[in-house]
Structures are given as C-alpha cells and as structure tokens.
C-alpha cells in the first residue's frame, strides 16, 4: 500500500502537517487539544477499560474522543512501564487515521512524592531535586542530570517532559519552592538552557523528549505563599515592582528552543495586566510571551482549569480564577482568545466541537493549535516509532554509570551551613538518631536508644509546615509558617543540650530555625537525598559543595516582612543566599 504524504519522513514535515490537517475531521482536530491523565497501576498491568483508584477515564474512553495527548500517573518498573505504554499505542494505532501518543509526565528522579508535581519512579537514577542541582550550580552536571534523564524516558516510552519548572523562589512560603532552580533569575537561567538541551538536544528530534516550562511567566511571587492549586492562593503579588525579574528563565528557554510553555493559575495583582488567571490573559500569552518575547511552541495550560472535579469525595473547583463567573464553553472561548493550544488534565473536546459548529469559534482558531501540536509529534518521530523495545528497559533505566551520576550528585549538593569543629565525624561513634533508616547508621556507627548512651545525635529533620485541611491534595503541598513550634522544638533542643548534635534538614522551603542553628554542633541542609548520602557528607567520605539557592530568614517577622516578588529580600538572614562551608 503507497504511504500517504503525511506518512512519509522523505517529506518535510510543515507539509506533512498540512495533509494530515487536511484529512482530519473537526473532532479529531479538537482531541488534540486536550492533555489529560491516565494512571498506571503498580504492576503495570495495562487494562484499557480501567482508570484505577482516582476514577480517572479509561484509556478506551479517552481515545474515543480523539485524545492522543495523556499524562502518565503512577509508577510501575521500567519493563512493565514500557510494556504498558507500548500496548497503548497500539491501541491508538487502530484510530482511523493512526495517530501517535504523546506520553509526558512530570518528573520521576528524586526521592520525593508531591501529587501533581513530581513522584519517585522504581528503576530509575536518583537525583537531589532542583534545588539541589541549583546549589552545585553547574550547568554541565544539570545537563548531564536532563541527558540522563532523557535516556530513561525515552527507554520507557515517555516522549514529554511536564518540566522544567523555572518559578523563582522569591516568597519562601509558596509550597513549591522544592522544584525550582532558587531564587536567583540569571542562575535559574543558565541552569534552565543546560536542562532543555540535556532533555531535547539542539533542536527537537526522535531522541529528544519534549520540555514543557512552566510556570510563565513566573510563579514564585504567590501571596503570602499560598498556592494557586486553592482558591485561597488565587492571587500573584509584586509588591516590589519586580514583574520582569522572573521573565529572563522563560527567555532562556525559549533561546533553547523549549517545545511547550505552561501558564500558572494565578491571577496577577496591580500589574498592567488583566487581573485574570494566565491561562485566560491574553496580555500574558498572546502579547508577551508571543509577540514580545517570540515563543511559537505549544502552550498548554495547567491542569484543570474548565471544569469542576471531585477527587476521592471532596469537591475541587476548576482554577478559573478571575474568570468562575464564566461557563465552561466561555472560559474555553477566553483561553483559545488568549493564546492557549492545548488544555491540561481535561477531557472535553466536544464543547470545542459545539463551540465550532455554533460559529463561536473559528476553525481557522482550531487549526492553528493543531498544527502546533502536529509539528511536535512529527518532530520527535512518532509517526515512524513510537513502540521501544520493552526488555531493553530495565538495562538503560538505572543503568549503573546514571545511578551513580545522581548518587554524586546527592552528596555534592549537600550544604554545611555550621560546623563546631565536629565535622566531619570520626571512626565509630555511638549515634542516637532520629529519621534515619538504622540499618544504614550502623555501618557509621554503633546505633543506640537514647541521647544519654550516645557521643553524637544525627537528626533528620523536614522545613515545618501548616497543614491546611484534610484534603489529601492539599495536604501534599506544605504551605504556612516555616518555624518549628512547641513543643517539638523544646523537644529537639532538649536532645542537642544533652549531647552534641549534627542536624541535616531538608529545605523543601527556607526553614526558620534560629534556635536550632545556636545548638546544633553541626548543621547540614538537603535538598531530598537518600540517608546514606547525608552519613557520607557527616562522616566525610564525600564531601559538602553545596551553597544555599536561597536565604534562610531569621524569624517569621522577617518573612512576613518580606515581599512576594523580590530576591534576598529578608532582613538580617539567618544564612544568606549562596552561604556553604565545606571540608
């Protein structure tokens, strides 16, 4: 049988777009807008009449709609992974016109879970988080890290990246911090360029994995720290005028020539901006991130923006802030108007439809995003492989060389923040600890049950947070006040003031810890690595080369007294930004 045009890889792919366009019904050009996600269960069992747990939609339900966009939820090994995704496209093989899956997800290398953020995937190299990578601060290992990254993906069948994430971390309570490069632009820059390069190459092709950046045009300066996942988060501030300083990590990504771009919720206060939310701001996407600033890639919006859910029985408004009073078809109208390709985590291409049919919106409007999203898929070879060899996964996810990048990786991006002379610890002292896997200590030292029996106590601590209510959503994203409180201060002193303590905490937000800092004998920061990582910094077989990607404030006074959009803006910090001894 003669290849169709846009079946054959001999023709350059803007007319490749053009006959595969042309061949497309209205429904089928709708489906392509529309990212949503489909869930893998633990042992990678693929069922397509199943969502599993969440009640998501099937993946026969979604590909009848014509969606060939999804978002890979859960985690299973590499071959049950690549298995499971290699049945999926051959279910979507059977469309009637063939079009290829597009899988992304967000990222799968640290340690940490954060639903709807980042999740830890079994088989794959481990790595400190962003910020961890940003306080080793070498654009070459970040590149490496995304190289690395890049391999793994694309042995599993992942072709999307829902990363990196470029806010800045300007307001210490926002309760994302643990994703982000810190909150220095021109360094989130330089690290961003070397991550997009590392995920996509040079240009885009059948070895790259598409990155989406997010959030623009810069999520770091919530209000008060409160995400915009909430209503309660719902407004971005930049009370120190400082609007533009988040823009230059976008402009280095665009430079690098990142495939996708995503609008945070927010909406954005006292800017020249309409005060709605930027998936609906068309000053935002189609004035400045397209005219002003030259992105032609796909914007995709965050996830559930349209419509209402339910998530295990408690009831979750779209984030349509600035816009609620809108209907569904309304708010989809305003995105399209703004500037939006595709909408993330939802799955109505039929209102699109309607909206057509009913001259609301132009198909003219409808193709322009087609094609956007068409050019990605022929760009990164879909339509000539989009299967990978399943049993070849286990042997490139995990591989001994990457395993030990990111086991490197974890130790360098440790920072010493104190040091009483103790550090590090010598021959095999007993060790009182708390938040450490036993097994592990005991090839350091002779573990024992109390303060009272030990020569030194480790203690693995997390930054604080406020839990904000029972929905298990909102309990994924620490928020609040950053200060250790009573009575489990008074607790952790008590222990450092009957014996000398090395603290390691883990800055998933900029901790207040005066208090700790003046009794710790030894004070260390992580920014999610394994225990073993953090024994071999205290007991010096490696060695701590982080700096700070942040301020350390001193007090929640300061904090408050901050302002949402501005760097180092804490009075008297406790460690300034960049702050890190070594040995």
Request: aromatic content about 8%; overall charge negative; charged content about 25%.
């Amino acid at each position: 049988m003669t290849a169709l045009p846009y079946q054959d890889p001999a023709r350059p792919i803007a007319e490749r777009v053009e006959d595969l366009l042309a061949r497309m019904t209205l429904e089928e050009k709708a489906g392509l807008m529309f990212q949503t996600m489909l869930m893998i269960p633990p042992d990678g069992r693929f069922d397509p009449d199943s969502g599993g747990p969440f009640g998501f939609a099937t993946p026969r339900q979604l590909l009848d709609k014509a969606l060939v966009h999804f978002n890979l939820v859960g985690s299973a090994p590499p071959v049950e992974t690549a298995e499971w995704l290699n049945q999926l496209q051959g279910l979507a093989a059977e469309s009637r016109l063939g079009i290829p899956i597009t899988m992304s997800s967000d990222p799968r290398h640290t340690r940490n879970e954060q639903m709807g953020a980042m999740m830890s995937t079994p088989g794959f190299s481990q790595w400190p988080e962003t910020t961890g990578l940003a306080a080793i601060g070498d654009p070459e290992l970040v590149q490496e890290f995304a190289d690395i990254a890049r391999q793994e993906y694309l042995a599993v069948g992942l072709r999307a990246a829902l990363h990196p994430m470029v806010d800045l971390a300007t307001e210490p309570r926002w309760g994302r911090i643990n994703g982000t490069f810190g909150e220095d632009s021109a360094l989130t820059a330089r690290l961003t360029a070397a991550y997009i390069r590392g995920f996509q190459g040079d240009k885009l092709g059948a070895q790259s994995i598409a990155c989406t950046t997010k959030h623009f045009p810069g999520g770091g300066a919530q209000k008060d720290g409160s995400d915009p996942h909430f209503a309660y988060g719902a407004e971005q501030a930049y009370p120190g005028g400082n609007f533009d300083y988040h823009l230059p990590p976008f402009a280095a990504a665009i430079e690098a020539g990142t495939a996708m771009m995503m609008p945070y919720y927010a909406k954005p206060m006292g800017t020249e901006y309409a005060e709605v939310g930027f998936a609906f701001n068309k000053g935002i996407i189609r004035d400045l991130l397209r005219e002003q600033m030259g992105f032609d890639g796909v914007v995709c919006t965050d996830w559930g923006v349209l419509t209402d859910d339910n998530i295990m029985g408690s009831p979750f408004p779209a984030r349509a802030w600035g816009v609620e009073h809108l209907t569904v078809p309304e708010r989809i109208v305003k995105a399209l108007a703004a500037g939006v390709d595709q909408f993330g985590g939802e799955s109505c291409p039929e209102l699109i439809v309607e909206l057509v049919r009913a001259g609301r919106v132009s198909e003219a409007r409808i193709d322009e995003s087609a094609r956007r999203l068409l050019r990605d898929k022929f760009r990164l070879g879909l339509f000539e492989k989009c299967t990978v060899d399943a049993a070849a996964a286990a042997d490139v996810a995990g591989a001994p060389a990457f395993r030990a990048a990111g086991e490197s990786a974890q130790r360098r991006s440790m920072v010493l923040l104190k040091n009483d002379d103790c550090l590090p610890l010598r021959g095999r002292p007993k060790l009182y600890i708390e938040n450490v896997d036993a097994a592990v200590a005991a090839e350091y030292g002779d573990v024992v049950d109390t303060p009272a029996a030990a020569d030194f106590a480790i203690l693995r601590l997390q930054t604080p947070f406020e839990p904000r209510s029972d929905f298990f959503l909102e309990q994924m994203f620490h928020q609040g006040d950053l200060d250790f409180k009573e009575p489990e201060l008074g607790r952790l002193l008590d222990i450092m003031a009957r014996v000398p303590t090395i603290v390691d905490i883990y800055l998933e937000r900029a901790a207040v810890i005066p208090e700790i800092a003046e009794a710790a004998a030894g004070l260390v920061a992580n920014f999610s690595v394994s225990d073993a990582a953090a024994l071999d910094v205290i007991f010096g077989r490696a060695r701590p080369e982080g700096k700070l990607p942040f301020e350390l404030p001193r007090s929640m006074d300061a904090v408050l007294a901050q302002r949402s959009d501005m760097p180092r803006d804490s009075q008297d910090p406790l460690f300034a930004y960049g702050h890190g001894l070594s040995y």
